[in-house]
């Protein structure tokens, strides 16, 4: 008898988990609009707008560190919980800060939430989806993100003629899908492998059955047990013992990859890119809205792919062909016209949409082994965090002393690093259940 599913309740749970994405593309896109208005009100220079973008990140790593280990111990729920409250207080926070400091604590405990939902909303839909369309799943998680990204570029855009208060107005929207989030968790089910993990069969079956039918409840139980063994308790120090060390590694070159790759400078610092080659305030605001919408277009793309192709040959894709167009872009830049830099940006954001944006996360939610899932993802996206904020902290200054075209021939660079170590190092996980992933490793 073959599994059969419920894809009502399998979809319903995962949407709402990954409204916690949305919230992640939210503060990720919020300041791209919102920093023109910040310069002005907080006086920034190269530094000081290289920090205040990067503080999300500082936050993020501060999150992770806490729902690692937070999530194993208390469960996937309460970690998405607490994070939709932080959410929701920073955003107000943000919007009402009389001061520099004031606006860039507000901004940490963003990221604080950013950080734990970034982690916890891929891995707790990884852990409910079955195994032949469980990258599927995870990306609705990304495709969130973009989501967010794009709403937030388009009221940034119609909040841009408001008045010097108008970032106020833009953080302060926050609050709206926070809320949303934090009454949909409230009605999702613990993660089934975490219950069973925790000595709660009967729990963990319940939800199971809310899945899948008796099959697939048998066999996923079945397969959970055999990867449980030993010691229990997790931390840090779990996630580098020498048998999980070669995944963790993989793990954390992948993370820090999808940062170091470059695309999110064109993401954050858009305005600062078009203004370089003479673009008005308002077609720098309306380029950002212009990339979110082919990076929700791609990101429908990859969710068609990533259970078809697999996610080695999507990922090898995307870091070669963005080690392609970062030199187009760069030499279009270098030369300072502008003709044609629109065409060659929105093209390396629609290749990174389809590969390594949706797929990082896919990989970082279902290579790590059961036991010690948490706090492995948490070291990962950690690792990932801490990569986003040297990103764009450095950018400002790159820009000011070298100029963008040598940022993009850096970072076209890096991925052909990139590209050889996925060809080499990566192994293919499409079609496979999380315990086979991990048997897979333990082998090697």
């Given at each position: 008898?073959?599994?059969?599913?419920?894809?009502?309740?399998?979809?319903?749970?995962s949407?709402?988990?990954?409204?916690?994405?949305?919230?992640?593309g939210?503060?990720?896109?919020?300041?791209?609009?919102?920093?023109?208005f910040?310069?002005?009100a907080?006086?920034l220079?190269?530094?000081?707008?290289?920090?205040?973008?990067?503080?999300?990140?500082?936050?993020?790593i501060?999150?992770?560190?806490?729902a690692?280990s937070f999530?194993?111990?208390?469960?996937?729920?309460?970690?998405?919980?607490?994070?939709a409250?932080?959410?929701?207080?920073?955003?107000?926070?943000?919007?009402?800060?009389?001061?520099?400091?004031?606006?860039?604590?507000?901004?940490?405990?963003?990221?604080?939430?950013?950080?734990m939902a970034?982690?916890?909303?891929?891995?707790?839909?990884?852990?409910v989806?079955?195994?032949?369309?469980?990258g599927?799943?995870v990306?609705?998680?990304?495709?969130?993100?973009?989501?967010?990204?794009?709403?937030?570029?388009?009221?940034n855009?119609?909040?841009?003629?408001t008045g010097p208060d108008?970032?106020?107005?833009?953080?302060?929207?926050?609050?709206?899908p926070?809320?949303?989030?934090?009454?949909?968790?409230?009605?999702?089910?613990?993660?089934?492998r975490?219950?069973?993990?925790a000595?709660?069969?009967?729990?963990?079956r319940?939800?199971?059955?809310?899945?899948g039918?008796?099959?697939?409840?048998e066999?996923?139980?079945?397969?959970?047990?055999?990867?449980?063994?030993?010691?229990?308790?997790?931390?840090?120090?779990?996630?580098?013992r020498?048998?999980?060390?070669?995944?963790?590694?993989?793990?954390?070159?992948?993370?820090?990859?999808?940062?170091?790759?470059?695309?999110?400078v064109?993401?954050?610092?858009?305005?600062?890119?078009?203004?370089?080659?003479?673009?008005?305030?308002?077609?720098?605001?309306?380029?950002?809205?212009?990339?979110?919408?082919?990076?929700?277009?791609?990101?429908l793309?990859?969710?068609?792919?990533?259970?078809?192709?697999?996610?080695?040959?999507?990922?090898?894709?995307?870091a070669?062909?963005?080690?392609?167009?970062?030199i187009?872009i760069?030499?279009?830049?270098?030369?300072?016209?502008?003709?044609?830099?629109?065409?060659?940006i929105l093209?390396?954001i629609?290749?990174?949409?389809m590969?390594?944006a949706?797929l990082?996360?896919?990989?970082?939610s279902?290579?790590?082994?059961?036991?010690?899932?948490?706090?492995?993802?948490?070291?990962?996206?950690?690792?990932l965090?801490?990569a986003?904020?040297?990103?764009?902290?450095?950018?400002?200054?790159?820009?000011?002393?070298?100029?963008?075209?040598?940022?993009?021939?850096?970072?076209?660079?890096?991925?052909?690093?990139?590209?050889m170590?996925?060809?080499?190092k990566?192994?293919?996980?499409?079609?496979?259940?999380?315990?086979?992933?991990?048997?897979?490793?333990?082998?090697?």
């Amino acid at each position: 008898m073959r599994a059969s599913y419920n894809w009502t309740f399998l979809i319903t749970v995962s949407l709402v988990t990954a409204m916690g994405g949305y919230l992640f593309g939210f503060d990720f896109a919020v300041i791209t609009g919102g920093l023109p208005f910040l310069r002005a009100a907080f006086g920034l220079d190269s530094f000081w707008e290289g920090f205040t973008t990067g503080t999300l990140a500082l936050g993020c790593i501060a999150g992770c560190l806490f729902a690692g280990s937070f999530a194993d111990k208390y469960g996937r729920r309460p970690g998405l919980l607490f994070a939709a409250s932080v959410f929701c207080i920073s955003s107000l926070a943000m919007a009402l800060a009389p001061n520099l400091p004031f606006f860039l604590t507000g901004r940490f405990f963003a990221g604080t939430g950013v950080g734990m939902a970034s982690m916890l909303s891929p891995m707790y839909i990884a852990e409910v989806s079955p195994p032949e369309v469980r990258g599927r799943m995870v990306t609705i998680n990304q495709l969130t993100i973009v989501l967010g990204q794009v709403i937030t570029h388009f009221e940034n855009f119609q909040l841009r003629n408001t008045g010097p208060d108008a970032w106020r107005w833009m953080f302060g929207l926050g609050m709206v899908p926070s809320l949303l989030f934090l009454i949909g968790v409230f009605f999702v089910p613990e993660s089934p492998r975490w219950l069973l993990r925790a000595g709660r069969e009967a729990d963990s079956r319940e939800v199971l059955e809310r899945i899948g039918n008796n099959d697939f409840v048998e066999n996923t139980v079945a397969a959970i047990r055999q990867t449980l063994h030993g010691e229990t308790k997790t931390n840090f120090r779990s996630a580098f013992r020498k048998a999980v060390l070669p995944v963790m590694i993989i793990g954390i070159c992948l993370a820090v990859f999808q940062q170091f790759c470059g695309i999110n400078v064109v993401f954050n610092y858009t305005t600062n890119i078009f203004k370089s080659v003479g673009a008005s305030s308002s077609e720098q605001l309306l380029q950002a809205v212009y990339i979110s919408l082919v990076n929700l277009v791609f990101t429908l793309v990859a969710m068609t792919l990533v259970d078809k192709w697999g996610r080695k040959s999507l990922m090898l894709i995307g870091a070669g062909g963005l080690a392609i167009l970062y030199i187009v872009i760069g030499y279009i830049l270098f030369r300072g016209s502008g003709t044609g830099l629109s065409v060659f940006i929105l093209m390396a954001i629609g290749v990174y949409a389809m590969s390594l944006a949706p797929l990082t996360w896919v990989l970082i939610s279902e290579i790590f082994p059961n036991q010690i899932r948490g706090v492995a993802t948490s070291v990962a996206v950690i690792s990932l965090w801490l990569a986003y904020f040297v990103l764009v902290f450095t950018f400002p200054m790159i820009e000011k002393h070298f100029g963008d075209a040598v940022a993009f021939w850096a970072y076209s660079v890096i991925c052909v690093f990139g590209f050889m170590f996925i060809w080499k190092k990566l192994p293919e996980t499409k079609g496979k259940s999380l315990e086979a992933i991990e048997s897979e490793f333990a082998k090697h």
